[in-house]
């Protein structure tokens, strides 16, 4: 209900610009202003087996499992490199400009570190810096679940298998479009293409069938002009504050509906995040600093402070 929200306030929220307070600071621990974020589509994928739970003994080599037949579909999305196989995945993508550019060399190169404290050996996509990686659509598996495992394992088969993708958009990217290129692919993949669960006459119609839906709520990407008067002044305002070590970066990994406001208001939008980079987003424990709350209040007065000038700030 976001839109709704700033539609019916309108003249209650205007603004020259919108800061929103998300994220963590960069890996470093410098302070960053962000001048974008992805977007976001959530999907869920089913595929099917038999219409009841079949014992493994009696039916295997028979029944078709639909753990493994979602397991060949998922991983026929991505390549070893890390590139969605995804016809069209990365088309119509708004390149970075030079202003941008210059922002991502001047980031420093922190990943050897990073990869060591996740217990990784490389990235996904090899070759490819993680502030290049943003700043390409990507696709993810939030979850996988097939009947049971561990403990709590049978022998059956299993009556479906589900599955749900996490599809972070750029700039260039529409919700809908890398809907309809996901939905393609699993056609090009054999696959008789639904958006609810079967009838009992499509399953004897088609051999592999898969329900594909698209969760509300998904949300296109945005990323505001580096060089716009307004984010000059609260740059200057963070320089104050930070000196040099201030980093400018025009998108960041996660994701806001920040789309909606400046579509609604007219009004651009700004991040400064505030948490600390290893507070658990998401997972178990998650966590903030006291002392990234405190640095958070500094930053935000500095701003309020020295942004004044050109405009107001919501």
Not at 63 to 90: C, F, H, T, V
Not at 249 to 256: D, E, I, Q
């Amino acid at each position: 209900h976001l839109g709704e929200i700033l539609d019916l306030h309108r003249d209650l929220l205007s603004a020259d610009a919108w800061l929103i307070a998300d994220g963590p600071v960069h890996l470093s621990g410098r302070r960053q202003l962000v001048f974008g974020v992805r977007g976001d589509a959530n999907v869920d994928i089913t595929v099917y087996g038999p219409r009841r739970p079949l014992h493994s003994g009696h039916y295997g080599n028979f029944a078709a499992n639909p753990g493994l037949r979602l397991a060949r579909l998922l991983a026929s999305m991505k390549d070893e490199d890390g590139r969605a196989q995804i016809a069209g995945w990365y088309d119509g993508v708004e390149p970075l400009g030079p202003l941008e550019r210059a922002a991502l060399a001047a980031a420093p190169d922190d990943e050897a570190a990073l990869l060591r404290d996740l217990g990784l050996t490389e990235s996904e996509m090899r070759g490819v810096s993680l502030a290049e990686a943003i700043n390409l659509p990507s696709l993810n598996i939030n979850g996988i679940r097939s009947a049971d495992v561990g403990t709590q394992a049978r022998n059956v088969i299993p009556v479906d298998a589900r599955a749900t993708l996490d599809l972070r958009l750029v700039k260039g990217n529409t919700v809908e479009g890398q809907f309809r290129r996901l939905v393609a692919h699993v056609e090009g993949q054999g696959y008789h293409v639904l958006d609810r669960a079967p009838t009992d006459a499509e399953r004897t119609q088609h051999s592999k069938i898969a329900t594909l839906v698209l969760q509300p709520g998904g949300y296109a990407a945005s990323r505001t002009p580096m060089d716009l008067p307004i984010a000059r002044d609260i740059v200057a305002a963070l320089h104050a504050l930070a000196g040099d070590s201030l980093l400018l970066t025009p998108t960041m990994g996660g994701s806001l509906p920040l789309v909606v406001i400046t579509d609604t208001t007219g009004a651009p939008t700004l991040v400064i995040p505030l948490a600390n980079p290893d507070n658990n987003q998401h997972a178990e424990n998650e966590n903030l600093r006291v002392g990234h709350l405190w640095d958070g209040i500094a930053t935000m007065a500095a701003v309020s402070e020295g942004a004044v000038p050109t405009g107001d700030i919501a």
